[in-house]
């Protein structure tokens, strides 16, 4: 393996700070059982990032502004009914990747689909650690009424959890993370980056833990690795990161518990 | 210990889903150390109505909680999944970090058994997954998670299945032995009459509205039962003359 370059190293860096993310935050998608929406809701961010380029804004801020609404959606769509709308989110969010497919420059599209960290700068890797950084904060707030509502909603509320609320704060850093990671994977498979870690990490753990701890760690492994790997053979690093999480997983399954 | 406090008042409660009256017009109250049943066909509101006293959910009427007590809730039923990672300890620590307290608390509820040290076998418990555990232990692991913050009062909505039937008398037993250690006041969802005449000094009837109020002797006739569960209440009394 050849001499780690500069924009290797940064782009080594984004990767590693996105998968650590994805992979913890998808630990609890799994938990809530929204692994779908966590892969459909993605494909949102596309017309976000289409609208961000052609008025010529960083895309990380339309991408996080179409998946802040969509968020909004799934939260009104949560607090009305208990049953996951699935359907409905399905639908939207194909027409809304479709719609996006439309009004992306076609210059742009294939990064916007799959991703491309070639021109990572400093600054990208600054503010995607300060943002890793803020959701961690904000996950070690409420995991425990987010673990709770996952148990029961009526046990979590009866001991003074505001479900709402923290569902909320949740789905919104599903949000950021997503947003933050289009830049390695892409629309497309951004959503397998933060299940499949955590589809990983969940197969061999007992405790809540282990499992939250091992689904970052994965993740960061996949940036890690796959970026490597992507580098060494001249190939897309998004695919390889994504490909990589699922080599782990396949290990994982060895050893289920 | 004053045991005529008043400690709830529920004056014209009224819940409604939508358009949909869930439960009209009750009116009820409790005192300290109380042991209130509330029984009622399936459907009839009485979660709705712990439900309503935990104020989840909106109502319209009266209710009064004396200030500054503490509740605790022992749902019906959790929908934990095996696959669930979560232990006993860390279900234990979203309440309380004190592990010397979570193990006391786990021994008073019994678990136990005759071939290990009680502390030995809470220990062991706290390492396994929280969906791995029996409907007897699982009730137990909530009731001893229920008491661990020192409550006032319990509110305890009994399982219609999942606890097993050796099982189910030591639950009553243990129950009523924490309100006497603790000083509990207890509110109990009962689909069993037979615990009801046992362990309660109040019972309220609802079905969507109150049927009948008062002590279990005197006021569940046959009157009384035939119009909260008709046919149904003959045989709930016949099935718990046998002994299991």
Redesign the interface.
């Known amino acids: 393996m050849g001499i780690i370059t500069e924009p290797l190293l940064l782009q080594l860096m984004v990767g590693v700070l996105i998968g650590l993310g994805a992979g913890y935050l998808g630990s609890f998608m799994i938990?809530k059982r929204m692994s779908l929406v966590g892969d459909v809701i993605s494909h949102v961010a596309l017309p976000g990032i289409a609208i961000a380029l052609l008025f010529e804004v960083n895309p990380f801020f339309g991408a996080f502004g179409a998946l802040f609404l969509a968020v909004l959606g799934i939260w009104f769509l949560e607090r009305k009914t208990e049953i996951p709308s699935e359907t409905l989110v399905g639908i939207f969010f194909a027409l809304s990747l479709a719609v996006g497919i439309l009004i992306t420059p076609q210059t742009e599209l294939l990064e916007a689909l799959f991703g491309d960290i070639a021109e990572i700068a400093l600054l990208d890797v600054l503010l995607t650690g300060i943002l890793t950084a803020v959701m961690l904060f904000i996950m070690a707030k409420i995991y425990?009424g987010l673990?709770?509502s996952?148990?029961?909603k009526?046990?979590a509320?009866?001991?003074g959890v505001n479900v709402s609320k923290t569902s909320f704060l949740f789905l919104l850093m599903v949000a950021l993370v997503v947003a933050l990671g289009l830049q390695v994977t892409g629309t497309f498979l951004m959503g397998a980056l933060v299940i499949i870690p955590a589809a990983a990490a969940?197969n061999i753990?007992?405790?809540?833990?282990?499992?939250t701890m091992l689904s970052g760690i994965f993740g960061a492994i996949s940036g890690l690795g796959g970026i490597l790997i992507a580098t060494r053979f001249g190939l897309h690093p998004g695919p390889i990161v994504v490909l990589t999480s699922g080599v782990i997983f396949l290990i994982t399954l060895l050893f289920k518990k | 210990m004053a045991h005529n406090e008043t400690i709830l008042t529920v004056e014209n409660l009224g819940v409604k889903f939508d358009e949909n009256e869930v439960l009209k017009n009750l009116g009820f109250f409790v005192q300290k150390g109380d042991v209130l049943a509330i029984i009622g066909p399936n459907g009839s509101g009485k979660s709705v109505l712990f439900r309503a006293l935990l104020g989840l959910v909106p109502y319209s009427g009266k209710i009064n909680w004396a200030k500054g007590l503490k509740l605790s809730y022992v749902p019906q039923k959790l929908n934990i999944d095996k696959e669930l990672p979560l232990s006993v300890g860390e279900f234990f620590r979203i309440k309380s970090k004190d592990q010397g307290k979570i193990v006391s608390v786990l021994n008073s509820v019994g678990i136990s058994d005759e071939n290990h040290e009680q502390d030995h076998l809470a220990r062991h418990l706290l390492k396994q997954r929280l969906g791995w555990l029996s409907g007897g232990q699982l009730q137990r692991v909530l009731i001893a998670w229920a008491v661990l913050d020192d409550p006032d009062v319990l509110l305890f909505d009994e399982p219609t299945s999942g606890i097993d039937i050796g099982g189910e008398e030591t639950i009553y037993n243990l129950l009523r032995k924490l309100k006497e250690e603790r000083n509990l006041t207890m509110l109990l969802i009962s689909h069993d009459l037979n615990i009801v005449y046992k362990y309660a000094n109040n019972v309220i009837c609802i079905n969507k509205e109150m049927t009948c109020y008062g002590i279990p002797s005197e006021v569940l006739d046959p009157a009384a039962l035939t119009k909260l569960y008709g046919g149904e209440a003959s045989f709930y009394k016949h099935e718990h003359g046998h002994h299991h």
């Open positions: 938990l425990r673990t709770l996952v148990i029961s009526e046990l509320q009866s001991t969940k753990s007992l405790n809540l833990s282990r499992y």
